[in-house]
C-alpha cells in the first residue's frame, strides 16, 4: 500500500510569490489533514477535509492561504502571497473514512519545506 | 485552550541508558493519546496509542506508555534505547468530542540523540 506523498519536498520562493503544495493521501481515505510546523515550534493543524469538503479549516492562518480537495482524491494547499512567516514544514495526513476502526489514526506524508525569502 | 506539553526539548542518552519521555495534556474530559517518531529524513510514523482499557500501551521497536488520568499524562518508556532510536519524538492528543474533527493537538517534540 503506498503511503502519504506530498510534492514538492522543498520549495524556496521569494516573498510576494505564490506556491501550491500537493498531497496524495492513502487510496480509500476519506480524511485529509493538512499541518504546518514553524521551526522549533509545534506541529499546527491547519484543516480537515472529509473526501471534498472542509470539514474543519479552524486552523488556517488568513485568507491567503487556499485548499481545495477537488473530487475528493489530491489535496493542494496554495499560499498567494507568500510572507516571510509562511516559512515551515507543511505536513499531509490521512485516514480511514468514520466508522472503521483506524479513523482516529493519521498517516503522514513526508512533508514539503517551504522557505520565503 | 487545548494543549498538549513536552518538557524535554532534547535528551542525550548513551546507548542501552533507560528513556522516558514526559507528554501532559491539558483536557479533562476523554482524550485518545498518540505518540508518533520521525526518523531523520523519514515521515511521522505512529509508535503507540491509547484510547480506552489498559492504561499501559505497547508499541512498536520497544517502546510504551502509560496513560495516567490522574496526572493528565502519557509518558513514554524503553528501557534500553539503541543508536538507532535516535529521532525526534511527538506527542498528541485527540480530545473527546470534536464533533467529528478528529484533529490532533501536538505537543513541541523531544529531540533524542543516542550516542554510540
Known amino acids: 500500500e503506498a503511503g502519504v506523498t506530498q510534492f514538492p519536498s522543498h520549495s524556496v520562493i521569494e516573498k510576494g510569490q505564490t506556491v501550491t503544495l500537493r498531497c496524495d493521501p492513502i487510496?480509500?481515505?476519506?480524511?485529509l489533514y493538512w499541518y504546518r510546523r514553524v521551526m522549533g515550534k509545534e506541529i499546527k493543524f491547519l484543516l480537515h477535509f472529509v473526501k471534498e469538503s472542509k470539514q474543519d479549516e479552524s486552523g488556517m492562518p488568513n485568507n491567503r492561504f487556499l485548499a481545495e480537495r477537488t473530487g475528493g482524491t489530491y489535496s493542494t494547499l496554495k499560499v498567494q502571497p507568500a510572507e516571510l512567516e509562511d516559512s515551515g514544514v507543511y505536513f499531509c495526513a490521512s485516514s480511514p473514512p468514520v466508522g472503521t476502526s483506524r479513523t482516529d489514526t493519521q498517516y503522514f506524508g513526508p512533508g514539503t519545506r517551504l522557505t520565503v525569502l | 485552550a487545548q494543549s498538549v506539553s513536552q518538557h524535554n526539548h532534547h535528551v542525550i542518552l548513551s546507548e542501552a541508558a533507560s528513556l522516558e519521555l514526559g507528554c501532559n495534556y491539558s483536557?479533562?474530559?476523554?482524550?485518545?493519546l498518540f505518540w508518533y517518531v520521525q526518523y531523520p529524513g523519514q515521515h511521522l510514523q505512529l509508535l503507540l496509542k491509547?484510547?480506552?482499557?489498559?492504561?499501559l500501551v505497547k508499541g512498536i521497536k520497544g517502546f510504551e506508555a502509560e496513560f495516567i488520568k490522574s496526572k493528565f499524562s502519557f509518558n513514554l518508556r524503553k528501557p534500553s534505547v539503541q543508536w538507532s532510536d535516535t529521532a525526534e519524538y511527538f506527542c498528541a492528543a485527540i480530545p473527546g468530542g470534536t464533533s467529528g474533527t478528529y484533529k490532533y493537538i501536538f505537543g513541541t517534540g523531544t529531540r533524542l540523540k543516542v550516542l554510540a
Open positions: 491509547y484510547f480506552s482499557g489498559d492504561p
Open positions: 483536557y479533562g474530559g476523554t482524550v485518545n
Open positions: 487510496s480509500g481515505h476519506d480524511n
